[in-house]
C-alpha cells in the first residue's frame, strides 16, 4: 500500500499532501485558438473537397432515387383498377 506522502484522503482532493509522480499540465494562451480560421478556411477549402466527392455519391443517389420512384409507381398501378382490367395477377 501506497505510504502517506502518495495518498489523498478522497478521490480528487486537492487538500492533502503533494502526490507523489503527478504532473499537470497546462496549454498556452497562444495554442488554444486552435479553431480561429477554421470556419473561413472551410468556406473554401471545404467546398472544394466536397465538390470533389460529389461523383462518388450522386450517381448510387440518383440510382437509389429513380428506383424508389419506380417501385411506388408499379405498386400503385398494381393495386389500381387499370391493373385488374388487363388481368395482371399479383
Known amino acids: 500500500m501506497p505510504g502517506p506522502k502518495t495518498w489523498n484522503e478522497w478521490w480528487g482532493s486537492t487538500e492533502g499532501l ?13 495554442r488554444q485558438r486552435a479553431t480561429h480560421h477554421m470556419f473561413r478556411s472551410w468556406l473554401f477549402n ?12 450522386i450517381v ?24 385488374h382490367v388487363s388481368g395482371h395477377v399479383h
Open 18 to 30: 503533494k502526490m507523489k509522480g503527478v504532473v499537470q499540465y497546462s496549454v498556452s494562451p497562444f
Open 46 to 57: 471545404g467546398y472544394r473537397r466536397l465538390s470533389g466527392q460529389v461523383p462518388y455519391w
Open 60 to 83: 448510387p443517389a440518383l440510382i437509389g432515387y429513380g428506383t424508389y420512384t419506380w417501385a411506388n409507381r408499379y405498386d400503385a398501378w398494381q393495386n389500381s383498377k387499370a391493373a
